[in-house]
């Protein structure tokens, strides 16, 4: 049966972006020219093209096509450059540089009044699938990505794409990147996040590939599913819930040492939470599809999940969204 999920997504859009500084502005006349040409006519941009010399992208942003480029500015780059305590571009291996640039390129030509909210994939590659990664889009203030990077000049026309000016570097994204960029996630982040809890879940969450239990499959309840739970437990907040029952809750909704993207799920699969490791045979989910074909999850009370996003691919692992929370 072919898998139909409802998806939070793509560029659909609608926002114009009209800040800029006359640093940052390049005229419109030179929309013949290429996405590299046009970096290198802007003073600002010198070290994102020499980033893209020293790793080959330079060819690859010049040939014909239609990308959308995310260019960091030379400050955003010197900000990058000291939170990795890198004094230059030559402290980074190329494989990382690389990746880290194409973190920034989206396949498809996308203006500013074509963004809105949501997921789209920029053509980095996950350790832990080895496919595209997500970049999240937030056009509630100005245009955000990834919750850090904010656009500060906007549709710049090249003959290959568009160029849109972001004030920070976008690093390659965890799992808990996407929980703190995202507003669906708002609850569950403060879940996580709550001071009484023995387990730190925000590191849990952030563990890179080459540690245990890293590459993560997270499913992530949406705001409304926490909400309903508060409902269910017939208590005022997520902050009445004890320690040791909110703990199992968020284990029950994390599967370690895998990265369960849609495409292997079938019906009848067990996916085995890290809850397991704490109460051996109570910490798996069983997937099934409904009768629609959506897909969904079975807890071992008996409820039922709907999984209404999927594959929201981080480095570390990957999100799927579910709208209720799944109780051990």
Excluded: W
């Excluded at 072919?2 to 419109?28: A, P, Q």
């Excluded at 309840?221 to 208590?235: D, G, H, K, S």
Aim: proline content about 4%; aromatic content about 6%.
């Amino acid at each position: 049966m072919k898998i139909y999920f409802k998806i939070l997504l793509l560029f659909s859009l609608s926002i114009t972006i009209t800040s800029c500084d006359d640093d940052n502005e390049i005229d419109l006349c030179c929309a013949g020219s290429s996405v590299v040409d046009l970096s290198s006519q802007n003073e600002n941009l010198s070290t994102l093209v020499s980033a893209l010399q020293l790793t080959g992208l330079e060819d690859v942003l010049s040939s014909p096509g239609a990308f959308t480029v995310l260019a960091p500015s030379n400050e955003a780059f010197d900000s990058f450059l000291n939170s990795i305590d890198a004094t230059s571009l030559d402290d980074i291996p190329l494989d990382i540089l690389s990746n880290v640039l194409l973190n920034h390129v989206i396949i498809g030509r996308f203006e500013s009044n074509m963004l809105s909210n949501g997921y789209a994939s920029s053509l980095a590659v996950s350790s832990a699938s080895d496919s595209n990664m997500s970049i999240y889009v937030n056009v509630d203030n100005g245009v955000k990505f990834n919750g850090t990077s904010t656009v500060t000049s906007a549709d710049i026309i090249a003959s290959n794409g568009v160029v849109h000016i972001v004030d920070q570097v976008i690093g390659l994204p965890s799992v808990v990147t996407f929980a703190l960029a995202d507003p669906n996630f708002e609850n569950l982040v403060q879940a996580l996040t709550r001071e009484d809890l023995t387990q730190s879940f925000v590191e849990l969450l952030s563990t890179p590939m080459g540690f245990v239990p890293a590459p993560l499959t997270v499913f992530a309840p949406v705001n409304n599913a926490f909400q309903n739970l508060i409902e269910e437990l017939e208590v005022t907040s997520l902050n009445d819930i004890d320690e040791p029952t909110l703990s199992a809750i968020l284990t029950y909704h994390v599967l370690g040492n895998l990265n369960q993207r849609s495409s292997n799920l079938f019906n009848g699969t067990i996916l085995i939470t890290l809850l397991d490791q704490y109460a051996p045979g109570e910490g798996n989910l069983t997937f099934n599809f409904a009768d629609n074909g959506q897909g969904m999850l079975i807890d071992n009370n008996g409820r039922t999940s709907n999984i209404v996003a999927v594959d929201i691919q981080a480095d570390n692992g990957i999100i799927h969204a579910i709208d209720a929370v799944v109780l051990p």
